[in-house]
C-alpha cells in the first residue's frame, strides 16, 4: 500500500531520497527550496510512482542564464555540494522526457556543474538525444527518441575521469583534472517567451524522474541495468492467465513430429514450443504442442519437412509478424515475443529459439524451451561470450500477440 501524507496525496520525498538536495522552481527571484521533505507545488508533484518536474517557458531564470528550470541541485551537510573528478562519486537517473516547448523544442535532463559552467549534459533537441560538452554534441545516445520513452543515465567520477552511462552502457568518458563540481537533475527548459510564440504555462518542458540517486563509491553497485529503459512507457504486457513453457525435453514427446516429418520434438522443436507458449498467451489457455503442430502443417507453414517460415506461422496462429531485429541491443518493448540465439558457440550456429517476455515489474527474461524453465535475458550471450558471434547468431523475431 502506497503511503501518503495526510491529506492522501503523495510527496516526492516519498518517492525519491532528496535529502541531499535542493530545488530551483521557476518563480519569484526564481525561488530556491531546500527542505524538500514533504514539499510538492505545480512544478514539482508526483505521478504515480514517478516525480514530475515542469518548467513553463515564461518561468523565472537564474543568474548566468537565459532559460527556467524546475532542477535539482546536489547539496552535503546543507551546504553547496563541491567535489573533483579525483573523487569516487556517481549520481543514477531513470527518466524520461515527456513534453518539449512548442517552437524550441530542447531541453536537457541532468548535469554535471562547475562553480562557473555546465560540464556535460543530457540534452534532448526534436528528436534528437545526446551528451554536450561545451556546447557540442559529443556523443549521440538516441537519433529518434521518443517522448515518453524511459531511459537510464549514470555520471561517474574517479580517478581524474567522468564517465557516463546509457542504459547501462559506457557511452563518453572525459578526462581532466576537473574541481567544484556537482550533479543537477529534473528539467532544464531550453527555451523562453523570446523564442516562443505562446508566452504562457501551457507552453513547458517536462521530465518524470523514476530513481534518483547518489552514491559515493565506485565499488559499491548501484543498480542493475534499467530493465524497462530504452522502450515507451508503459510496456505492453498482455494480462492473461499463467501459461507455462512447456519442456521439449519431456520423454512424453518422444514420438511426436514435427509437420509430417521424422524431426521429432525432443531434437528439434524449440521453434514450435514458443509458437505454441505465444498462441496459448492469445487464446488466454494452455495449448497443446500437437495442437499447434497441426494448426502450423494445415496452415502450410512448414517447408522443407521440419522447417518453420515465419510469416506463414504468424498466420496460420493469427498473430503478427513485424520482421527480424539483428540487433539484439534494440529489445521489443511488447511481450512475449520470441528470440533466436545460438545454444553453443560449437561446430558453428547451433540455432535455438525461447520466448523473450516481460514481467509485470519490467523486468526482461526467457523461458526456454530446453528444459521448460525460466532464466536471465542474457543467459545464452553469457553463455557464448563473444559479442562477435551474438552479433551475427542472435536476433529478434518479431512475433506479437
Known sequence: MPTTNEEGERKPSQILNLKNWKLTLPVGNPTEITNLEGYSDSFFFVLKDSVVFRCSVNGATTSGSSYPRCELREMKGGKKASWSTQDSHSMYIEQAITHLPDKKRHVVAGQVHDAEDDVLMIRLENKKLFIEVDGDDVETLDDNY????????KFESGHGVLKIYYNGKLSYSLAGNMSGLYFKAGCYTQSNCKKEDACSANNYGEVIVYKLELDNSLEKPMFEKCPRCGYPDPIEVPEAPKIKMENQLDPKWKNHFL???KSGFNAYGCKLFVLTYLYSVKMGKQVSPDEVNDLLYNGGAYFSGDMLEDVASA??????????????????NFSPTMKEVDFSIADGKQQHFVARIIKPEGTRAI???YEGVERVINYYEKK????????RHFSYRLFKV
Open 146 to 153: 521518443e517522448l515518453g520513452r524511459l531511459f537510464s543515465i
Open 259 to 261: 509437420g509430417r516429418s
Open 315 to 332: 498466420k496460420a496462429l493469427g498473430l503478427q509478424f513485424l520482421g527480424r531485429e539483428n540487433d539484439i541491443n534494440k529489445m521489443p
Open 367 to 369: 523461458l526456454d524451451p
Open 384 to 391: 557464448v561470450k563473444d559479442l562477435e558471434w551474438t552479433g
